[in-house]
Nanobody, 126 residues
């Protein structure tokens, strides 16, 4: 069973940076897609970045492209989302999610992801 737990959220001012962590278990040795999502109050959950296990490439949503960067520590089983130059519109609950398998490019549809962490809140004030 895949388990994901996010951490690192908090309150920051516009222009500051924050790094989120996603501790993952149950993914070792598997081919999977990992997605970062966020959901603001009153809005639908949206994708931020997706990447496949074993690939150094990540696809980013336009809203965060150039500001957010993903990375992984395979030894620790931890994934990271580095968020730079945060804006008030970045305020949301942030989630990491995963699904096993897939062929090539990871999907960005929320419904494709079967494993989710409980989320961590990020609040950016102006």
């Amino acid at each position: 069973q895949v388990q994901l737990v996010e951490s690192g959220g908090g309150s920051v001012k516009a222009g500051e940076s924050l790094t989120l962590s996603c501790a993952a278990s149950g993914l070792t040795g598997l081919r999977y897609c990992l997605g970062w999502f966020r959901q603001s109050l009153g809005k639908e959950r949206e994708w931020i970045a997706v990447s496949r296990s074993g690939s150094p490439e990540t696809t980013y949503a336009d809203s965060v492209k150039g500001r957010f960067t993903t990375s992984r520590d395979n030894a620790k089983g931890t994934l990271y989302l580095q968020m730079n130059n945060l804006e008030p519109d970045d305020t949301a609950m942030y989630y990491c999610a995963a699904y096993i398998g897939g062929i090539e490019t990871c999907l960005v549809n929320v419904n494709a992801y079967s494993a989710w962490g409980p989320g961590t809140q990020v609040t950016v004030s102006s």
